[in-house]
């Protein structure tokens, strides 16, 4: 092993490319194909061979610090403990910073150094401390007296996790930013919320959830050929009412990544009645409160609980929720746990009861022994984007129909229907 690949702190078996999951890329360009193949070329050639960083370079025509940086990105982990493998290497592919969820762990994990690292940005916000390097270097002063060794987080790494700091300050200062331009009388924090909530609509919460599994989808390129693409782990966004744990709607994201936009058509598709999934038969059990009670179509929530993903704090979309819409969005502290394990706990049944179940699943972790292939199960099974639409309405027809203990033996939509 390259004595700079001990940095990444990744399992040895993720350095052996020929386990890597392949990516499809007939959907691409020629010169796209072409710069996506030059990339795999100098990765494989890093990680394969022992072949100089300055003969990788001249054979692939790439500098060393670009060699570097596409090694970093393919060795980078998401939050569910994979790397990205070749799908780094994918134009437009989107990176999320495995040194940074490393930081936050551990700043979660140490919460007196977090306080201390929050007290420092508030007097660097307000001009007394005058540069980042001041609170870097408290930063590391915290970590040797209390016995974190050099070959743990965050001294393993070359800048000692300045720039992880960095963007946690900007990060945390964004959010003051935006806190503050909001009234406090739409806005609330943690400490402000009640224990418990009772009637139905009053406090709600929305989050995004990545499918643990994987789903073809055909699409008709612009000379008229169809092409087979693989829809790796799409998202779903649920709006889920507290008091009575039911599923108000819910919006499915094939894309990368969501946004605003996504998180707006989830809160529609929960005050705005609908017949996207249902059948034409009168018998066909409805899944959704403002489907079946008709006194609760188009009714608002008062409070909205989200986290604090950039998503959700775009402009377009607190505008629309506060100044058109009248709802008190509520939002947790950065890098702390929050009070929305309602929402977390429905996505772990989902998963349980439909998607873990299906031969294209990944598993809830890179080691679970349901993953087999998920991609080449999809496509042998011919699992679709369709069929990821029937199983994600029915769990929930059946989740919000099915006898909840902390309901005490009511469903979601019974209780629903009692305390309206």
């Known amino acids: 092993m390259r004595d700079k690949l001990k940095q990444f702190n990744v399992p040895e078996e993720y350095l052996n490319t020929d386990a890597w999951e392949p990516v ?7 010169s796209e194909k072409e710069i996506f193949l030059r990339k795999k070329n ?18 692939t025509n790439m500098s060393a610090s670009k060699i570097y940086r596409l090694v970093e990105r393919c060795l980078t982990q998401n939050g569910d403990g994979y790397i990205y493998g070749y799908s780094a290497l994918l134009p437009y592919t989107r990176i999320n910073s495995n040194r940074y969820n490393k930081f936050k762990e551990f700043i979660i994990q140490y919460p007196v150094l977090n306080e201390l690292v929050i007290k420092r940005f508030k007097l660097h916000k307000f001009n ?27 001294f393993t790494l070359s800048d000692r996790g300045y ?9 945390w200062s964004d959010i003051q930013d935006r806190l503050k331009a909001l009234s406090q009388t739409t806005r609330l924090t943690l400490e402000q919320l009640p224990t418990s909530c ?21 699409f008709q390129t612009p000379s008229g050929t169809w092409r087979e693409a693989i829809i790796e782990r799409p998202w779903i966004l649920c709006a889920i009412d507290r008091s009575t744990r039911c599923i108000l709607g819910y919006e499915l994201v094939l894309k990368p990544e969501y946004d605003s936009l996504d998180l707006i058509s989830c809160i529609e598709n929960s005050i705005i009645p609908t017949n996207r999934f249902s059948s034409e038969k009168d018998d066909k059990p409805k899944a959704f409160p403002n489907q079946i009670f008709s006194d609760i179509e188009y009714a608002l929530f008062d409070e909205l609980h989200l986290d604090n993903a950039k998503a959700h704090l775009s402009d377009s979309f607190l505008n629309t929720l506060v100044n058109k819409l009248g709802i008190k969005v509520c939002y947790g502290k950065v890098a702390e746990p929050t009070r929305r394990g309602i929402i977390e706990r429905f996505f772990k049944t989902l998963e349980e009861n439909s998607f873990h179940t299906l031969p294209s699943t990944t598993g809830s972790s890179p080691k679970d022994p349901r993953r087999h292939s998920p991609e080449m199960q999809a496509q042998k099974y011919r699992i679709s984007v369709e069929d990821l639409e029937n199983i994600t309405f029915s769990t929930i027809l059946h989740y919000n129909n099915t006898p909840h203990s ?12 009692q305390k309206k």
Do not use: M
Request: charged content about 25%; proline content about 3%; hydrophobic content about 30%.
């Open 24 to 30: 499809e890329i007939s959907n691409l360009s020629d």
């Open 42 to 59: 100098a990765i494989d050639l890093y990680l394969s061979t022992s072949l100089t960083i300055k003969t990788i370079s001249d054979e």
């Open 128 to 154: 007394q401390i005058s540069n980042l390097q001041t609170i870097h270097r408290s930063f590391l002063r915290w970590c040797y007296k209390n016995n974190i060794t050099d070959n743990e987080y965050p």
């Open 163 to 171: 720039k992880a700091l960095l963007r946690y300050y900007k990060e």
């Open 198 to 218: 009772g009637l139905p609509l009053s406090e709600v919460e929305v989050d995004g959830h990545r499918i643990d599994a994987y789903f073809i989808t055909e």
């Open 406 to 417: 902390s309901l005490y033996g009511n469903s979601p939509l019974e209780d629903f229907r």
